[in-house]
């Protein structure tokens, strides 16, 4: 029982930077996994970070690896998307999704139990 709302998104140019923020309801939000997909338009939904419950092991797509960052803060319950260096290629649509309780890793969209209703991103070249 995890609902997920995304912000942070908008419009930025080629090389700048946003920060996508995920606040969460739910009292077990410290025993989700979390993740970040997106969606392109035309593409398939696409993992992009995750991070468990222990806020140490983290996973990135390798084309945003050095260059986001994923990380939470369980007191706030909010997870974040620290994106640097943003390409055109990054725009899609981005989406906070947790696993179930004590769920680890995966990059499957379909093992996500929660879904944000994503925030858009769009870098222009």
Same mark, same amino acid.
């Given at each position: *029982?995890? *609902?997920? !709302?995304? @912000?942070?998104?908008?419009? !930025?140019? &080629? ?7 995920? &606040?969460?309801s739910g009292r077990t939000f410290s025993e989700h +996994?979390?993740?970040? +997909?997106?969606q392109a338009p035309g593409k398939q939904r696409v +993992? ?5 419950? %222990? ?7 390798? %084309? !945003?690896?050095?260059? +986001?960052? $994923? ?5 706030l319950t909010t997870v974040y998307l620290q994106m ?7 725009? &899609? $649509?981005?989406?906070?999704? &947790?696993?179930? $309780?004590?769920?680890?890793? @995966?990059?499957?969209?379909? %093992?996500? %139990? ?5 925030? *858009?991103?769009?870098? @222009? @070249?």
């Amino acid at each position: *029982q995890v *609902q997920l !709302v995304e @912000s942070g998104g908008g419009l !930025v140019q &080629a090389g700048g930077s946003l920060r996508l923020s995920c &606040a969460a309801s739910g009292r077990t939000f410290s025993e989700h +996994f979390m993740g970040w +997909f997106r969606q392109a338009p035309g593409k398939q939904r696409v +993992f992009v970070a995750g991070i468990d419950w %222990s806020t140490i092991d983290t996973y990135y797509l390798d %084309s !945003v690896k050095g260059r +986001f960052t $994923i990380s939470r803060d369980n007191l706030l319950t909010t997870v974040y998307l620290q994106m640097n260096s943003l390409k055109p290629e990054d725009t &899609a $649509i981005y989406y906070c999704a &947790a696993r179930n $309780i004590w769920a680890g890793y @995966s990059d499957y969209e379909g %093992s996500y %139990s929660y879904w944000g209703q994503g925030t *858009q991103v769009t870098v @222009s @070249s």
